[in-house]
């Protein structure tokens, strides 16, 4: 359930599924609304790669290509939903105001 959640509202802000970085996001913010709390990004991809199949500058790289193709394509919502005014937001930032988005929406209950 919760995991169709955080898929679809990646797509609503216009992050392609079929981009790499989409599962990683995908996966690194339903594991924040989970914890209910920040984490650090290391410890995310730690977690989500914890034998380091994936480095993490790959895993880095293919969230940031992701969350930019996507603000590209519809800056005025970005800056509508992030507060953002001038570039992309980062990617600790928009996994963890993605994560919190859907915390409030849906009280994190899976």
């Known amino acids: 359930m919760m995991k169709n959640v955080v898929r679809q509202m990646l797509i609503d802000l ?9 599962s990683e ?3 690194a913010i ?3 609304v989970d914890k209910c709390e920040p984490m650090m990004m290391k410890e995310i ?3 989500l790669y914890p034998e380091s199949e994936v480095k993490y500058c790959a895993f880095d790289r293919n969230c ?4 930019e193709n996507a603000y ?3 800056t005025e919502m970005f800056k509508r939903l992030f ?3 001038e570039k992309c937001p980062n990617l600790k930032f928009f996994i963890h105001a993605v994560a919190t ?3 409030i929406d849906f009280g994190g209950d899976k």
């Not at 940031?64 to 969350?67: F, L, Q, T, V, Y």
């Open 64 to 67: 940031r290509w992701a969350i």
């Open 30 to 32: 339903l594991m924040v």
């Open 83 to 85: 507060g953002q005014t």
């Open 72 to 74: 590209l394509v519809d």
């Open 14 to 22: 216009g992050v392609n599924p079929s981009n790499k970085g989409f």
């Open 101 to 103: 988005e859907i915390q």
């Open 25 to 27: 996001l995908s996966k």
């Open 45 to 47: 991809y730690q977690t």
